[in-house]
T-cell receptor, first 115, second 118 residues
Framework: SQELEQSPQSLIVQEGKNLTINCTSS?????LYWYKQKYGEGLIFLMM?????EEKSHEKITAKLDEKKQQSSLHITASQPSHAGIYLC???????????????FGQGTELSVKP | DSGVTQTPKHLITATGQRVTLRCSPR?????VYWYQQSLDQGLQFLIQYYNGEERAKGNILERFSAQQFPDLHSELNLSSLELGDSALYFC?????????????????FGPGTRLTVL
């Protein structure tokens, strides 16, 4: 079965610093999804990456997909306290056409931003 | 606000009891997914319904069951509850349509139901 490994597991950064979170898949990726979760709350959809080499940005968050490496990275520029939370990557283990559309998730990266 | 609603927000019950969690998907979404999040297992897929029919199953226990109604809302039933069932239960919905060119599947999550079994 497919597994997603996120690194680091936790991260503490000073406000204003840049940071990167990685997500590596054990198998082929059919789309990669990034979510943010405040502790004990629901997941907020950030962005979806579909093709190798694709890069998307939303405000100060940029995500890239390296299909060959079966890896995605999430980069936050000039971090702010509002960026604090748990970041989860999710992937579809198979093509939606053929089977159900469940997502497999990484274990999450907990980000703290010190003012 | 994702547009997915879940009730109740919190649920405290005793071992051996049965509870029902309710989810209303975003308007127009046909797929509903249920996930369980716990500290030791992380976020795990339980079951998916698409337009009223079961579409996919994950590691859902036999004590758990779900259904999706004609108005597309869904319920997750948990019975013979054990201490280990304490977790956050999320519902998600997706705009994806099976059999269409849209094959990627962003899912929008509700706020979750925190279940505590004492």
């Amino acid at each position: 079965s497919q597994e997603l490994e996120q690194s680091p597991q936790s991260l503490i950064v000073q406000e204003g610093k840049n940071l990167t979170i990685n997500c590596t898949s054990s198998k082929t990726l059919y789309g990669l999804y990034w979510y943010k979760q405040k502790y004990g709350e629901g997941l907020i959809f950030l962005m979806m990456l579909q093709k190798g080499g694709e890069e998307k940005s939303h405000e100060k968050i940029t995500a890239k997909l390296d299909e060959k490496k079966q890896q995605s990275s999430l980069h936050i520029t000039a971090s702010q306290p509002s960026h604090a939370g748990i970041y989860l990557c999710g992937a579809a283990p198979y093509h939606l056409y053929n089977q159900g559309g469940k997502l497999i998730f990484g274990q999450g990266t907990e980000l703290s931003v010190k003012p | 606000d994702s547009g997915v609603t879940q009730t109740p927000k919190h649920l405290i019950t005793a071992t051996g009891q049965r509870v029902t969690l309710r989810c209303s998907p975003r308007s127009g979404d046909l797929s509903v997914y249920w996930y369980q999040q716990s500290l030791d297992q992380g976020l795990q897929f339980l079951i998916q319904y698409y337009n009223g029919e079961e579409r996919a199953k994950g590691n859902i226990l036999e004590r758990f069951s779900a259904q999706q109604f004609p108005d597309l809302h869904s319920e997750l039933n948990l019975s013979s509850l054990e201490l280990g069932d304490s977790a956050l239960y999320f519902c998600a919905s997706s705009p994806a349509r099976l059999g269409t060119p849209r094959v990627y599947n962003e899912q929008f999550f509700g706020p979750g139901t925190r279940l505590t079994v004492l």
